[in-house]
T-cell receptor, first 118, second 113 residues
Framework: DAGVIQSPRHEVTEMGQEVTLRCKPI?????LFWYRQTMMRGLELLIY????????DSGMPEDRFSAKMPNASFSTLKIQPSEPRDSAVYFC????????????????FGPGTRLLVL | SQKIEQNSEALNIQEGKTATLTCNYT??????LQWYRQDPGRGPVFLLL???NEKEKRKERLKVTFDTTLKQSLFHITASQPADSATYLC????????????WGAGTKLIIKP
């Protein structure tokens, strides 16, 4: 398996522009998580999905952030309009209910998208 | 407030020695606690999970302990190697079984040859 795939790996944009981050979870995984990591705040959970349904979006910082999961193999995180304080590394992770390897609690992370908003 | 604390300063260990990292938490009664490794420019990678009814878990040179009374987990790497240098994160699910993890800030471990 290729693991969790994220694109783009790097994104530089100007304040006010729309940013869309993409994620392909591991096939068969039914949980998908979006995180943001910064030096100041560490790793923060933004939103997570179970079977394509958003379960908890309480970590989404504000209405400028939105996430969708139209099917089991694809999710997007959108920021519109972007601001300099959104600069961070955004990770997508997935996990599987009933996984023999590590159980549903074990999360598998993608390589992240480094976002810089100027 | 709910909090997870890890040593914020980097931990420097001589190669071959045992490295011990600490994770303390307050106001939680987690069903399990996890340790992940993160290398620069990469996402965290799962290492070990220990449940509340387990005192100790081992995997090769890694050992994790979990003291629910002290609200502390210790992560040990024996016979440490320079390749073990990375940031190590602990994480727990404070509400139990819904997989929303709260993360520590991580401890940077440096193994010197």
């Amino acid at each position: 398996d290729a693991g969790v795939i994220q694109s783009p790996r790097h994104e530089v944009t100007e304040m006010g522009q729309e940013v869309t981050l993409r994620c392909k979870p591991i096939s068969g995984h039914d949980y998908l998580f979006w995180y943001r990591q910064t030096m100041m705040r560490g790793l923060e959970l933004l939103i997570y999905f179970n079977n394509n349904v958003p379960i908890d979006d309480s970590g989404m910082p504000e209405d400028r952030f939105s996430a969708k999961m139209p099917n089991a193999s694809f999710s997007t995180l959108k920021i519109q309009p972007s601001e300099p304080r959104d600069s961070a590394v955004y990770f997508c992770a997935s996990s599987a209910q009933g996984s023999l390897a590590g159980g549903p609690e074990t999360q598998y992370f993608g390589p992240g998208t480094r976002l810089l908003v100027l | 407030s709910q909090k997870i604390e890890q040593n914020s300063e980097a931990l420097n260990i001589q190669e071959g020695k045992t490295a011990t990292l600490t994770c303390n938490y307050t106001n939680y009664s987690p069903a399990y606690l996890q340790w992940y490794r993160q290398d620069p420019g990469r996402g965290p990678v799962f290492l070990l999970l220990i449940r509340e009814n387990e005192k100790e878990k081992r995997k090769e040179r890694l050992k994790v302990t979990f003291d629910t009374t002290l609200k502390q987990s210790l992560f040990h790497i024996t016979a440490s190697q320079p390749a073990d240098s990375a940031t190590y994160l602990c994480a727990l699910d404070p509400w139990g079984s819904n997989y929303q993890l709260i993360w520590g800030a991580g401890t940077k471990l440096i193994i010197k040859p």
